[in-house]
């Protein structure tokens, strides 16, 4: 049976869910998650930043994160061509964890709902949310396993359907992104890797080197896997083969450093495709709902930052909520939106810079200032919020004028 007189509902038992639903029971709020699958279940997103840590460690989910066996994670490398570099998270300009995991996502997720559970909060699965009407007390249609249909009503919604979109599609509250599309093709290797060079604990971004608006990531497991994906425009990919899998192993051949590493490894299950993932909404939040993670905009993959994002949203979205609930007035675009796209706008910034190249001009370049790269990789480890970091403050302004700086000494080398 349902509950009454909730306080919260969440749609949704993803990190930005099950974290959203932790912080809210933990300060004594009636709290209900309706998830519309089984957990576990697939999910792309494997790649942590440490700034998420301590999103982890509000929601009191910190030992069993730690205690999970996930693959450590202390840093990116990036690969062009003959050029590789490397950002370790130690030596960054924000304070705040500098290490984090690379998470198989069925597991992970399946681990932040089981902890929520074990707090006490309500989760139920199997249950899909289908209808939402706001014009008095916020109530939810809900459709269970069996087909039967019943009504959920609280004093607020949350949204934390990442790519189901949710509230997004049942309002009209959908715009398109400021992002062309783009499409990924992924698979999880046995990757059989014996290069002794490759370091386990960092994602590795390569770059196409025929075309550098084309590039992959090798997220490594604790279990001898990997995550391997593709991103390019559909056409591109589309003309590499008939099937995913054809496509995404002409793309690797075209990268001969990874092509290389992955001399003797396996695909385990045939490739997925992930089109046109970019999206907008035109409102974050009301007095009513808020979007969460993914089910508000969501940019792009190539610096991993969208579980970031989406623990981000949920521990903002819960200090507003819990204001609103105990009576004082939240204004939603200034308390939680705002504060929210600071950190996506940022993001947004370094992802339009990495494919018009600027950003890669800036990483590969050889005389990196020490003081500059560990701005940059503060925000390469999610603190893309850190109004101290100018790289963030000013962010636009001054990834132009490095820019400017590296095309400079580039020309004229010292
Ligand atoms: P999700 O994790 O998507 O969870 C949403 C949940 O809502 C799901 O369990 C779903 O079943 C449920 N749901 C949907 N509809 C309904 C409904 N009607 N009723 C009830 N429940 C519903 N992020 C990273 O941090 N690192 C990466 O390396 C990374 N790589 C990526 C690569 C690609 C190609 C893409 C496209 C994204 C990547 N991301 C990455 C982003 C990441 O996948 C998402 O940002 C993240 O999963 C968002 O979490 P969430 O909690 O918002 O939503």
């Not at 062309?180 to 960092?202: G, L, Q, Y």
């Not at 009301?286 to 969501?298: P, S, Y």
Request: hydrophobic share 40%; glycine share 6%; aromatic share 10%.
């Amino acid at each position: 049976s349902i509950p009454d007189n909730l306080d919260v509902v969440i749609i949704g038992a993803g990190p930005s869910g099950s974290i959203a639903a932790s912080l809210l029971h933990q300060q004594g709020k009636k709290v209900l998650v309706l998830e519309k699958q089984f957990f576990p279940r697939f999910s792309i997103g494997e790649s942590l930043l440490p700034c998420c840590m301590q999103v982890i460690e509000e929601a009191n989910m910190l030992d069993a994160v730690n205690n999970a066996g996930f693959q450590f994670k202390n840093g990116a490398a990036f690969q062009y061509g003959d050029r590789y570099t490397t950002f370790d998270f130690d030596d960054k300009f924000t304070t705040g964890p500098s290490t984090t995991f690379q998470v198989e996502r069925a597991k992970f997720d399946k681990l932040l709902a089981d902890t929520a559970q074990a707090q006490g909060v309500d989760i139920r699965f199997g249950q899909t949310v289908e209808q939402v009407d706001l014009s008095a007390t916020p109530r939810l249609h809900v459709r269970n396993e069996q087909g039967k249909t019943y009504e959920v009503n609280a004093q607020y919604i949350l949204d934390a359907s990442g790519f189901g979109r949710v509230l997004p599609r049942l309002l009209d509250l959908e715009r398109p992104s400021s992002l062309p599309t783009r499409s990924a093709i992924f698979t999880h290797v046995e990757d059989n890797i014996t290069d002794a060079n490759f370091d386990r604990n960092k994602i590795l971004i390569s770059v196409n080197p025929n075309d550098p608006s084309i590039w992959y990531w090798l997220i490594p497991f604790s279990n001898g896997r990997c995550s391997l994906g593709v991103v390019a425009e559909p056409e591109k990919l589309a003309q590499q083969g008939d099937d995913f899998n054809t496509q995404l192993l002409n793309m690797v051949e075209q990268e001969p450093s990874l092509h290389k590493l992955l001399k003797n490894s396996k695909i385990l299950n045939n490739c997925n495709e992930l089109k046109g993932y970019s999206a907008n909404i035109s409102t974050l939040a009301t007095d009513k709902f808020a979007l969460l993670g993914n089910a508000g905009e969501f940019l792009d993959p190539v610096f991993s930052s969208g579980v970031t994002i989406a623990m981000q949203s949920a521990s903002f979205a819960v200090k507003s909520l819990i204001k609103q609930l105990n009576g004082e007035s939240v204004d939603w675009q200034q308390d939680y939106a705002a504060p929210l796209m600071q950190g996506v706008n940022t993001f947004r910034t370094y992802v339009q810079a990495w494919y018009d190249t600027h950003f890669q001009q800036v990483i590969f370049h050889q005389d990196s200032n020490p003081k500059i790269k560990q701005m940059i990789c503060s925000i390469l480890a999610g603190y893309a919020w850190d109004m101290n970091n100018p790289y963030v403050s000013q962010s636009d302004r001054r990834l132009r004028t490095l820019v400017e700086l590296c095309q400079e000494t580039a020309l004229n080398p010292v």
